[in-house]
């Protein structure tokens, strides 16, 4: 039986995070995956840093946003170093655009509700923001600017960080499923994956939106990550003559730049299941918000559309913690902040296993919270 200090269930960018953190610390360490790593989420996200909230759920998310982007320069090169590869990370800012008619007021309570919460934004003049993305168009009736915003190119940054793992030492097993955990009494010891016991001092489960779908020995993991699938459509487009240097958002849509010139624009929000067809209604949704931000994106080229299963949770929040079976962590449910989320989640796992625990309070992600009446409250829509 193989021996290991960490077992690591999916291979995605939050996995493989854990695993070149982990093993950077020399730690030997071993990843699990039921297909190719870094081809679920990870593969299908836009790339944006943002800790902004999008709603009155995600309060108790900003602070852990807010420590991953002030991870995330240092995270970026190290893993650059480590790779050999770029990434793509940029910090360049983000202009969220309002749409609807007398928004001065919304705008102005959007920009207080970040700076309370510690995200910088600040008030901007329709002419200064076109001044920055002449691409806005004339259904803007306000603007605020995130100056600390930045973007990373997910694809870029699954294959760095598959690599540095590599280096650091990781094993990296690609369609092996994980089948079972070991247990003796209050302990988890291994995993079964690929038909092979492997013996672990420490399990963590980081299997995005499988996480709660786990069956067999493997079930009891849904009273702890009780994931679900969140179907987000994406889109390319390639303009002529203009390259996108900000994020550009509203309530309706998104686009991120690309290096190369691409816009990756995005996305629906879909209870789905495991579905991962692009369908034209998605594709309609996307592009009429882009369009009514943008409208000189008429005439650009579709290169590419595709679609990601985020992994959701009852709350919508992310599950991050030690359970009450020693040695097992759980570390999914990122939901649309994975990419975000990734610096943080793997320097929080290295404290919980190295150093026996965190100073960063992370009890509103605990994967103890969950009960089956908590779960049924949770649930969206009740």
Request: hydrophobic share 40%; aromatic share 6%; charged share 25%.
């Given at each position: 039986?193989?021996?290991?200090?960490?077992?690591?269930?999916?291979?995605?960018?939050?996995?493989?995070?854990?695993?070149?953190?982990?093993?950077?610390?020399?730690?030997?360490?071993?990843?699990?995956?039921?297909?190719?790593?870094?081809?679920e989420a990870s593969w299908a996200a836009a790339g944006m840093l943002s800790p902004a909230p999008d709603?009155?759920?995600?309060?108790?998310?900003?602070?852990?946003?807010?420590?991953?982007?002030?991870?995330?320069?240092?995270?970026?090169?190290?893993?650059?170093?480590?790779?050999?590869?770029?990434?793509?990370?940029?910090?360049?800012?983000?202009?969220?655009?309002?749409?609807?008619?007398?928004?001065?007021?919304?705008?102005?309570?959007?920009?207080?509700?970040?700076?309370?919460?510690?995200?910088?934004?600040?008030?901007?003049?329709?002419?200064?923001?076109?001044?920055?993305?002449?691409?806005?168009?004339?259904?803007?009736?306000?603007?605020?600017?995130?100056?600390?915003?930045?973007?990373?190119?997910?694809?870029?940054?699954?294959?760095?960080?598959?690599?540095?793992?590599?280096?650091?030492?990781?094993?990296?097993?690609?369609?092996?499923?994980?089948?079972?955990?070991?247990?003796?009494?209050?302990?988890?010891?291994?995993?079964?994956?690929?038909?092979?016991?492997?013996?672990?001092?420490?399990?963590?489960?980081?299997?995005?939106?499988?996480?709660?779908?786990?069956?067999?020995?493997?079930?009891?993991?849904?009273?702890?990550?009780?994931?679900?699938?969140?179907?987000?459509q994406m889109l390319a487009l390639r303009p002529e003559g203009y390259n996108l240097r900000h994020v550009?958002?509203?309530?309706?849509?998104?686009?991120?730049?690309?290096?190369?010139?691409?816009?990756?624009?995005?996305?629906?929000?879909?209870?789905?299941?495991?579905?991962?067809?692009?369908?034209?209604?998605?594709?309609?949704?996307?592009?009429?918000?882009?369009?009514?931000?943008?409208?000189?994106?008429?005439?650009?080229?579709v290169i590419e559309t595709w679609c990601g299963l985020r992994p959701g949770t009852p709350d919508d929040?992310?599950?991050?913690?030690?359970?009450?079976?020693?040695?097992?962590?759980?570390?999914?449910?990122?939901?649309?902040?994975?990419?975000?989320?990734?610096?943080?989640?793997?320097?929080?796992?290295?404290?919980?296993?190295?150093?026996?625990?965190?100073?960063?309070?992370?009890?509103?992600?605990?994967?103890?919270?969950?009960?089956?009446?908590?779960?049924?409250?949770?649930?969206?829509?009740?």
């Amino acid at each position: 039986m193989k021996k290991f200090d960490v077992a690591i269930i999916g291979g995605g960018a939050i996995g493989t995070s854990i695993a070149f953190e982990l093993s950077s610390q020399k730690l030997r360490v071993a990843v699990f995956d039921r297909q190719q790593p870094g081809q679920e989420a990870s593969w299908a996200a836009a790339g944006m840093l943002s800790p902004a909230p999008d709603s009155l759920r995600d309060h108790p998310l900003v602070p852990l946003g807010n420590e991953s982007l002030k991870l995330y320069p240092d995270f970026a090169a190290r893993v650059e170093e480590a790779s050999g590869r770029v990434v793509g990370y940029a910090r360049d800012g983000a202009i969220e655009v309002f749409l609807d008619p007398d928004v001065q007021g919304e705008r102005d309570r959007r920009v207080s509700e970040c700076r309370r919460l510690g995200v910088a934004a600040e008030p901007v003049s329709l002419t200064e923001a076109r001044r920055r993305e002449q691409l806005i168009g004339p259904s803007a009736r306000a603007a605020c600017w995130l100056p600390e915003e930045g973007t990373v190119e997910p694809r870029s940054l699954m294959a760095a960080l598959l690599e540095a793992a590599r280096r650091a030492g990781a094993e990296i097993h690609a369609s092996c499923a994980v089948t079972g955990l070991i247990r003796d009494r209050d302990r988890c010891t291994g995993l079964v994956a690929g038909g092979e016991k492997v013996a672990a001092d420490f399990v963590v489960v980081a299997a995005g939106c499988f996480s709660g779908e786990m069956t067999g020995e493997l079930g009891a993991l849904a009273q702890y990550a009780p994931t679900r699938p969140v179907r987000g459509q994406m889109l390319a487009l390639r303009p002529e003559g203009y390259n996108l240097r900000h994020v550009l958002r509203s309530d309706r849509a998104y686009l991120v730049p690309r290096k190369d010139g691409r816009i990756v624009v995005g996305s629906t929000s879909e209870e789905a299941g495991f579905d991962k067809r692009v369908t034209p209604a998605g594709l309609c949704k996307i592009l009429s918000g882009a369009l009514e931000m943008c409208p000189g994106l008429a005439g650009a080229e579709v290169i590419e559309t595709w679609c990601g299963l985020r992994p959701g949770t009852p709350d919508d929040l992310p599950v991050l913690g030690p359970t009450d079976l020693q040695g097992l962590i759980v570390a999914t449910g990122h939901y649309r902040n994975g990419i975000l989320l990734a610096p943080v989640t793997a320097k929080l796992v290295r404290e919980w296993i190295v150093d026996g625990g965190t100073e960063f309070d992370a009890r509103a992600f605990s994967p103890l919270r969950f009960s089956q009446r908590e779960i049924k409250s949770m649930s969206r829509g009740n």
